[in-house]
């Protein structure tokens, strides 16, 4: 099946640790992006990246890092900077159409939680 | 400037009546609106887009309507179902092209509730 795989559903943080949340696509998109989801607050751009070894902040990128060494996979680490984590967070690669539009895929999410 | 304004914040429905979602924004430059649904515990997934040279583009009981001297476009559910409970984020795109390589970034609205009673 195609798609997105974001791993683990659920992810519990202790204070002062990072975690990382995995993102992989067989898609074969070549832009893959991480938003952050809170209630009432619609979806913030945290990093996005169009293409390997490359990517750019989004409008909350502060406590977060990324990484993309390889085009099926775009990992997140919530670092300990990062001082109110709890969210869900979505991964989502894109079939970019140039002027004619683009349509995200999106994963299921991982809802993270601070201990 | 990157803003889109999204109302209202939950809507509740009776089964066989129109749902309606408004979006507004700022900047001129974005490029394409697509609505996206989302139910409990998944991911959004793009329901209907629409480019701003049109005014209207319905898919099925979807419509979006678009204004763009107002700067504003809107989501019609006609024939609402308990089955389209769920929640809906429009969207607006800038598209640009830099040392030759083009891209789009999209920015999403707060979202809206919607519920739709049997």
């Known amino acids: 099946d195609g798609g997105i795989t974001q791993s683990p559903k659920y992810l519990f943080r202790k204070e002062g640790q990072n975690v990382t949340l995995s993102c992989e696509q067989n898609l074969n998109h070549d832009a893959m992006y991480w938003y952050r989801q809170d209630p009432g607050q619609g979806l913030r751009l945290i990093y996005y990246?169009?293409?390997?070894?490359?990517?750019q902040k989004g409008d909350i990128a502060e406590g977060y890092s990324v990484s993309r060494e390889k085009k099926e996979s775009f990992p997140l680490t919530v670092t300990s900077a990062q001082k109110n984590p709890t969210a869900f967070y979505l991964c989502?690669?894109?079939?970019?159409?140039?002027?004619?539009?683009?349509?995200?895929?999106f994963g299921s999410g991982t809802q993270l939680s601070v201990l | 400037q990157q803003q889109v304004k999204q109302s209202p914040q939950s809507l509740i429905v009776q089964k066989g009546g129109i749902s309606i979602i408004n979006c507004a924004y700022e900047?001129?430059?974005?490029?394409?609106f697509p609505w996206y649904q989302q139910f409990p515990g998944k991911g959004p997934a793009l329901l209907i887009a629409?480019?701003?040279?049109?005014s209207e583009k319905k898919e099925g009981r979807f419509t979006i309507s678009f204004n763009k001297s107002a700067k504003q476009f809107s989501l019609h559910i006609m024939d609402s179902q308990p089955g389209d409970s769920a929640t809906y984020f429009c969207?607006?795109?800038?598209?640009?092209?830099?040392?030759?390589?083009?891209?789009?970034?999209?920015?999403f609205g707060q979202g809206t509730i919607l519920t739709v009673h049997p």
């Open positions: 900047n001129t430059a974005f490029d394409y």
């Open positions: 990246s169009q293409i390997v070894n490359d990517f």
């Open positions: 969207a607006a795109r800038l598209y640009s092209v830099a040392g030759g390589t083009s891209y789009g970034k999209l920015t």
């Open positions: 989502a690669s894109s079939l970019f159409d140039g002027p004619l539009g683009e349509k995200l895929f």
């Open positions: 629409i480019r701003p040279d049109v």
